[in-house]
């Protein structure tokens, strides 16, 4: 049973697809299906099921994945060490992101990486808050920036605070206003982001009693600024995801100001590689308080 078996299965888990996994490694269709076919053989257990939608993991196959995922992750890690040991820096990190922190942030933290450690490679993998979340704890990602987290395993080094704004058309009437009242979001209709994307949002009807008139819900930032723009409703975005905002929208502030705490997440085992990473990010985004 070799190393590679594992790599390939965990590829072909990740895409759902033997033959993106074929490409992605290098290797041909054939004998993508021979390791796994091999790798199954090995344990005598099942791993994969596939249908015409794609490949799923049968039940004992989620938790071989696990297992498969952690020796990869080790054997990585010892091979950056060794490299860190010789005084060379390589190596690969998955580092998970948002749609704010990837176009605001990450051209900066990347090039500033790269300058300090050529030989280490970045990968960046967007999704929502609960799904990086989740690919941290699993393995599949190195760190993921996410919002505020107190869950067991994953370490929370928070960055910055974003202050929320309610942000509306200049059709609006609450356009002309300096502030806006808790209350005064009931009259409105709002345009909500999807589960998943909304932990700010969701704190903050919660917070606040307030009953919402949901008439979009949708997950992409500019879809939101778009649909605010054309005055279908309201929404609340943070500071960050506003500096790509429209002209012919306007950030309101709170009556009481809101914020988010953005940070970077990570297990308490890291590699050499990805020890590199959140130290360079903390130096660039001052750390604060919880």
Request: glycine share 4%; net charge positive; with cysteine.
């Amino acid at each position: 049973m070799t190393l590679q078996r594992y790599e390939i299965f965990n590829k072909v888990v990740q895409l759902q697809n033997i033959s993106k996994a074929a490409s992605e490694l290098h290797l041909t269709q054939p004998g993508i299906s021979n390791a796994i076919k091999t790798l199954e053989e090995d344990l005598d257990v099942k791993l994969l099921i596939r249908n015409r939608t794609g490949i799923s993991l049968t039940r004992e196959g989620e938790k071989i994945y696990n297992y498969s995922l952690k020796i990869t992750k080790l054997n990585d890690a010892l091979l950056q060490e060794a490299s860190a040991l010789r005084g060379l820096e390589t190596g690969v990190i998955n580092v998970g992101s948002f749609a704010s922190v990837t176009a605001n942030w990450m051209p900066l933290i990347i090039k500033s990486f790269n300058e300090k450690y050529p030989g280490i490679t970045v990968k960046i993998y967007e999704d929502d808050y609960s799904n990086l979340e989740k690919a941290v704890l699993s393995g599949e990602l190195d760190c993921c920036f996410n919002t505020y987290l107190n869950t067991k395993g994953v370490c929370f080094t928070p960055l910055i605070k974003d202050k929320l704004y309610c942000i509306v058309s200049l059709e609006s009437p609450l356009s002309k206003q300096l502030k806006v009242k808790p209350h005064q979001l009931e009259e409105f209709p709002l345009i909500k982001p999807k589960k998943g994307w909304d932990n700010e949002v969701a704190a903050f009807f919660k917070e606040h009693n307030i009953q919402q008139k949901v008439r979009y819900e949708v997950s992409d930032d500019q879809s939101i600024l778009a649909l605010v723009e054309a005055n279908l409703g309201i929404n609340i975005r943070p500071e960050l995801v506003l500096k790509s905002a429209r002209n012919k929208i306007k950030a309101i502030e709170l009556e009481k100001n809101t914020y988010r705490t953005i940070g970077i997440c990570t297990t308490p085992q890291l590699s050499h590689a990805t020890k590199m990473f959140v130290e360079t990010v903390k130096e660039l985004y001052k750390k604060i308080e919880k």
